[in-house]
């Protein structure tokens, strides 16, 4: 029988099959999910999704059709201008997410320094090791090297001396984020300018976790340290708004110094017989809903509303913080500057945790030990877990108990042992399924139910195993299934 029903079915029985395909997915709205969902409230959460759908089928590939998304597009770019003190020469675009803009920076630096320096060939971007996998991925996808620095071991802020002796004449870029998203740390982004203006680079600020909320946190008397366009060197800025301005997913904004650096962003094409291309980001045909469902939401929740949630989440991260600080089997990593943070435990394995607080209705991150940065636990703490903060912390302990006595690197000795001197290059298919067998697990389809045991084996090994493993499961994983049937 063909997949696809040879009859529609009826608007009630495509419903009920979404439906039912939920089931499994993580209850976001029970406030104990750390990250992935940003929610800020039922009317304004209501608003975005009616304006979204009200937007959903006019399409952003064209303004001279569509006037209306250009405008929300322009009026977004300048709200966010000022709320990161560019002046009226910041210009920026809508993109469809964090990775989105910073491919965008990336390329935009990337075609900005061909022109100014055809002498470079193997052009080269600097990133503490802290900078978000997207840049990596924007390497990836755009022929730069990336070299990599280590950052400060206490503070996890990126140190401007590893980065200063990391400068040769094939660097374009300097990276600095507002806030790194695993310890939620803003970097010193007015040493990396000054650097920056001083050997003629462009330097990028990753703000697109903390662009928005960042301002606030200053307003409510944290001490923030500069990183927008208040720092001379800086020339680009990411600010993701489906993130802390809490408008519906897809929604980021990529800004620039001025329009002399955003030529370089746009692309345009006319070698072709079809309509004339001309794309500020990398989609063409794509949705007005976003950009309509953030404009709708930023002037719904307002600068007040905006303060008010921010003084909320503050007041729940020292919370937690104190919470953890507390605990003699748990160490904050380092204190945020943001309403992000990681904690790790020398006692008991943070995996086991995990799964514990997952079993009972907790979502937390987990994040595998990388150069100085040892496994944690992650927690992206939003406006809906506020009310949530006694009851995590009361569960928290409760499972810390539970999971003491349970494996710590015993799983993860092994894999060393045995596949520690293994040259990622020569991984093959076998390598993969033996790993599935130390970690129990039969055949290779599906999710697993307790994810501890592959993250200890992750965790055991260097990155670029780690890839190759991510990489075989995906492939794997990502197969309709048959007698998968709802
Ligand atoms: C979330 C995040 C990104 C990537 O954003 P996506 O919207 O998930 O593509 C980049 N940088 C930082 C610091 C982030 O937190």
């Known amino acids: 029988m063909a997949l696809m029903p040879s009859k529609g079915l009826s608007r009630e029985a495509v419903l009920k099959k979404l439906e039912a395909h939920r089931a499994d997915d993580i209850d976001w709205r029970s406030g104990r999910v750390f990250g992935y969902v940003f929610d800020p409230g039922h009317e304004a959460m209501e608003l975005g999704k009616e304006v979204y759908s009200m937007f959903l089928t006019e399409n952003a590939l064209d303004f001279s059709v569509f006037p209306s998304v250009m405008h929300f597009e322009t009026e977004l770019v300048a709200m966010a201008a000022e709320h990161l003190n560019g002046d009226g020469e910041v210009v920026g675009n809508f993109s469809n997410g964090g990775t989105e803009s910073i491919l965008l920076a990336v390329k935009a630096a990337r075609d900005y320094s061909r022109a100014r320096r055809p002498e470079v060939k193997e052009p080269e971007m600097i990133l503490p090791i802290t900078a978000h996998a997207a840049f990596h991925k924007a390497a990836h996808y755009l022929g730069i090297k990336v070299v990599p620095v280590p950052v400060n071991a206490k503070t996890f802020r990126a140190d401007v001396d590893p980065v200063r002796k990391a400068i040769t004449s094939n660097t374009i870029l300097l990276v600095g984020s507002a806030p790194s998203y695993a310890h939620g740390v803003v970097d010193p982004i007015r040493e990396l300018g000054e650097l920056a203006l001083k050997h003629d680079l462009l330097l990028h600020t990753d703000a697109c976790v903390g662009g928005f909320m960042l301002p606030y946190f200053k307003r409510l008397g944290e001490p923030i340290p500069d990183f927008d366009f208040s720092v001379p060197g800086v020339t680009s800025i990411s600010v993701d708004l489906h993130k802390y301005a809490y408008t519906p997913k897809g929604a980021s904004l990529i800004l620039y110094r001025n329009k002399d650096l955003r030529k370089h962003q746009i692309f345009a094409c006319s070698h072709w017989t079809g309509y004339?291309?001309?794309?500020?980001a990398v989609l063409s045909s794509r949705s007005g809903g976003p950009m309509a469902a953030a404009w709708a939401v930023l002037n719904f929740i307002g600068d007040d509303?905006?303060?008010e949630i921010a003084r909320k989440k503050l007041e729940a991260t020292k919370k937690i913080a104190a919470g953890i600080e507390k605990h003699k089997d748990l160490r904050l990593m380092t204190r945020p500057d943001m309403c992000m943070l990681s904690?790790?435990?020398d006692t008991f394995s943070v995996?086991?945790?995990?799964?514990?607080?997952?079993?009972?209705?907790w979502y937390i991150q987990p994040a595998l030990t990388y150069e100085n940065s040892q496994q944690n636990i992650h927690l992206s703490i939003n406006y809906s877990n506020v009310e949530w903060v006694d009851a995590f912390l009361e569960d928290l302990y409760k499972c810390i108990e539970k999971v003491k006595p349970m494996p710590f690197g015993e799983l993860g000795a092994a894999v060393k042992a045995e596949l520690g001197n293994v040259d990622p290059d020569t991984l093959t298919e076998e390598t993969f399924t033996q790993l599935l067998g130390m970690a129990g697990i039969e055949g290779s389809s599906g999710l697993p139910e307790k994810m501890a045991e592959i993250n200890e084996i992750l965790n055991a090994l260097p990155a670029k195993f780690r890839e190759f493993l991510l990489i075989e499961f995906i492939n794997n994983l990502f197969r309709y299934e048959k007698?998968?049937?709802?």
Do not use: P, Q, V
């Open 276 to 280: 004339t291309i001309i794309n500020n």
């Open 305 to 307: 509303g905006y303060l």
């Open 343 to 345: 904690f790790t435990s």
């Open 351 to 361: 995996f086991h945790l995990i799964d514990e607080m997952n079993s009972i209705g």
């Open 483 to 486: 007698k998968e049937k709802r």
